[in-house]
């Protein structure tokens, strides 16, 4: 079965340091998401994708962040300068369509901003 | 925009006991409602889900119901397993945006 991928899965930074966390999404989905869940708090939205361009955004998606799709597989969230607060799982995700279709969640990365 | 209230919290069950966790909305848009079911340390993985047009879904031992007029779905696990033991995540989906809003989540224990 399909399934969405995430590298690394752990991460540990400096405080101020660039990270830049992949995920390959299921190979015929169109439509890419980033999540955050901090450690024992719900998961959150930050960002969704499609056709190369950011589709929305939440307010936690601020100028430090950003997604890029290099090539035809990956889908990468860089975080510029980051911070303590910045520490959580960070959740890939993609569908094949937007509205009602199902979202398949990869494994995550967990972020350490020491 | 979307709210998504979730309860209980924690629930323990003996195994082979059923389970029932609800969850309230407030956009009335809202047309899609999963539920992801996470394991420690890992993604949350769905496992049911129901559009706005259906009232019930079924999938073995898991169903899940949904009643528009009063914003609030449930679900439902019967004859409960320890490997049922994870966290718990509903979520709703705004008519016209893309992104997921995530109840706070259940921490579910089924007892052998």
């Known amino acids: 079965e399909p399934e969405v991928t995430q590298t690394p899965s752990h991460q540990v930074t400096q405080m101020g340091q660039e990270v830049i966390l992949r995920c390959v999404p299921i190979?015929?989905?169109?439509?890419f998401y980033w999540y955050r869940q901090i450690l024992g708090q719900k998961v959150e939205f930050l960002v969704s994708f499609y056709n190369n361009e950011i589709s929305e955004k939440s307010e936690i998606f601020d100028d430090q962040f950003s997604v890029e799709r290099p090539d035809g597989s990956n889908f990468t969230l860089k975080i510029r300068s980051t911070k303590l607060e910045d520490s959580a799982m960070y959740f890939c995700?993609?569908?094949?369509?937007?509205?009602?279709?199902?979202?398949?969640f990869g494994p995550g990365t967990r972020l350490l901003v020491l | 925009g979307e709210n998504v209230e979730q309860h209980p919290s924690t629930l323990s069950v003996q195994e082979g006991d059923s389970a029932v966790i609800k969850c309230t909305y407030s956009d009335s848009a809202s047309n899609y409602f999963p539920w992801y079911k996470q394991e420690l340390g890992k993604g949350p993985q769905l496992i049911i889900d129901?559009?706005?047009?259906?009232g019930e879904k079924k999938d073995q031992r898991i169903a899940v119901t949904l009643n528009k007029t009063a914003k609030h779905f449930s679900l439902h696990i019967t004859e409960t397993q320890p490997e049922d033991s994870a966290v718990y995540f509903c979520?709703?989906?705004?008519?016209?945006?893309?992104?997921?809003?995530f109840g706070p989540g259940t921490r579910l224990s089924v007892l052998p």
């Open positions: 979520a709703a989906k705004g008519g016209y945006g893309q992104n997921f809003v």
């Open positions: 190979s015929n989905h169109l439509y």
């Open positions: 129901i559009r706005s047009n259906v």
């Open positions: 995700a993609s569908s094949s369509g937007s509205s009602g279709e199902t979202q398949y």
